[in-house]
């Protein structure tokens, strides 16, 4: 079983920068791997995705620009820069991987439900 552990979380000021990293164990052939976010009280929202065949990327329009979803392959880890930090990316965030390459039918990259494997996730807290 795949096991997905994240780290890098913490405390920043507004502005500031931080990077997640989520490192991949128990390895399984994951077609999407993506960091999903939620603050209390509210759904779990997808953040960016990562498509590992083509390495194509896709965000989440209200970090287009700040964040930027890596892969270092020979560290079996996923990366997440996030860069002018501000007060609603206040979080736990969390790494995710999917194994099949076709999303159901109507739904979309975004949509929690659609991954097979999660970690635990790890707290960003940016201070305003």
């Known amino acids: 079983q795949e096991q997905l552990v994240e780290s890098g979380g913490g405390s920043v000021q507004a502005g500031g920068s931080l990077r997640l990293s989520c490192a991949a164990s128990?390895?399984?052939?994951?077609?999407?791997m993506a960091w999903f976010r939620q603050a209390p009280g509210k759904d779990r929202e997808g953040v960016a995705v990562l498509a590992t065949a083509a390495t194509s990327t896709d965000y989440a329009d209200s970090v287009k620009g700040r964040f930027t979803i890596s892969r270092d392959n020979a560290k079996n880890t996923l990366y997440l820069q996030m860069n002018s930090l501000n007060s609603d990316d206040t979080a736990m965030y969390y790494c995710a991987a999917r194994t099949s390459y076709q999303w159901p039918v109507g739904s979309t990259w975004s949509h929690p439900s659609n991954y097979d494997y999660w970690g635990r996730g790890t707290q960003v807290t940016v201070a305003s």
């Open positions: 128990g390895y399984t052939y994951n077609s999407y």
